[in-house]
């Protein structure tokens, strides 16, 4: 592989200016002035070192209002396809990865099955998927990996995966020296929001809440345009807030958490006792959508248990729009959405009842994506820092 160029030294000014052009894309020198409060001379001396890496272009022939007295604004935009990176999202029995440009669009993807979780073998399973998917393409140059749990993202260490079982594990690290690239680990949930603040619904956003329905609830949260990480790594777990004292255990130890009454575990043993049998979500929402009292009921249970978690999030931040996602949302989870709304408007307080609810369904790319978007975001705040 040809080694890449060594990176310039860039200023603070520089990097910012980075930042704004890849997470909020192209724009004339003007706007860049204006939305970093830098002068005109001040972008010029930022952007050389970009142009000079090939890593921004500039075209003055994009004639502009901006444009003083008849003369075109110039362009600053991003070579998007100039640094690529791979993604990728580990789950027990799969891993999915993409190669991603700085723009976040997927150039080429690749999922392999995982039938060893002991962390040595997940590390050269990782490695194997990536060099597969650089195989060709130079200008692969980081990895991002998303992972369920307590990740600390700074360090790149998975202090505790329930779904992965793993403890204390500096991922990281292993993954890097195995594969020779930058890498970033994030919690999948933060790694999914990342990617939707920069490249989807959150753009423009200052607030953001999202949330994972599936075997566990998961909740990311963006407040004042940063990613909440929580001190100890815990932060907006919608999953164990209290829906009912008297609901049933949840295996954190409490009662009646919303993972308790909505994880999938939760709706398929509510209607195991009342005798039906099904053996995934969307068998029973075929039962309840065949008007099967117990199913109605069941998921009807687990829509509000969502609606009342979703509330709490919307009256503590005042979230501007909460995405609920996951991969049976819109089809099998369609049966709750009145639920989930209902309960969300009955326990929202005033106006946080005007936050934007979106139900959407989520692809296995869209994780990976994710990853990808933390290692880009990675890559731009830390390209010629020292
Ligand atoms: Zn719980």
Not at 223 to 251: I, K, T
Not at 291 to 306: E, K, P
Request: one cysteine or more.
């Amino acid at each position: 592989m040809p080694a890449r160029p060594q990176a310039p030294t860039l200023s603070p000014a520089a990097t910012r200016v980075f930042q704004r052009l890849v997470m909020s894309g192209d724009a004339s020198r003007t706007a860049l002035a204006n939305d970093t409060g830098l002068t005109p001379g001040a972008i010029t001396r930022a952007v050389r070192p970009l142009l000079e890496a090939g890593l921004l272009d500039e075209t003055g022939d994009r004639a502009s209002s901006e444009g003083a007295l008849g003369r075109p604004a110039t362009m600053v935009t991003v070579r998007a396809r100039a640094h690529q990176v791979v993604g990728v999202k580990i789950t027990a029995d799969q891993m999915f990865g993409v190669v991603a440009d700085l723009r976040c669009q997927v150039l080429d993807e690749l999922t392999l099955p995982v039938t060893d979780l002991r962390p040595d073998a997940v590390v050269a399973q990782v490695a194997e998927l990536v060099d597969h998917l650089r195989a060709g393409r130079p200008e692969v140059g980081g990895v991002g990996l998303a992972v369920s749990g307590d990740v600390d993202a700074a360090t790149g260490h998975v202090a505790y995966s329930p779904f992965l079982g793993w403890r204390d594990l500096p991922l990281g690290e292993l993954v890097a020296r195995r594969t020779g690239l930058p890498t970033t680990v994030e919690n999948d949930v933060r790694a999914l929001l990342t990617g939707e603040r920069w490249y989807g619904v959150g753009r423009g956003l200052s607030s953001l809440a999202l949330v994972t329905v599936g075997t566990g609830i998961g909740c990311a949260l963006l407040v004042n345009g940063q990613v909440v990480h929580g001190s100890f790594g815990v932060a907006g777990e919608v999953g164990h807030v209290l829906v009912d004292p008297d609901g049933p255990l949840c295996h954190c130890g409490n009662r009646g958490c919303v993972e308790a009454i909505a994880g999938s575990a939760a709706i398929l043993d509510g209607v195991a006792a009342a005798g039906l049998d099904a053996g995934s979500v969307g068998e029973v929402a075929e039962l309840a959508r065949s008007g099967q009292a117990d199913a109605v009921r069941v998921l009807a249970d687990a829509g509000s248990a969502i609606g009342t978690g979703i509330a709490t999030i919307a009256n503590l931040l005042g979230a501007q729009h909460i995405l609920i996602t996951g991969e049976a949302i819109g089809s099998d989870y369609d049966v709750m959405d009145p639920h989930v709304r209902e309960a969300f408007e009955e326990r929202a307080f005033g106006s946080a009842a005007r936050s934007a609810i979106e139900l959407r369904p989520l692809r296995f790319v869209d994780w990976a994506r994710g990853a990808a978007a933390c290692a880009v975001e990675d890559f731009v705040t830390h390209y010629g820092r020292s």
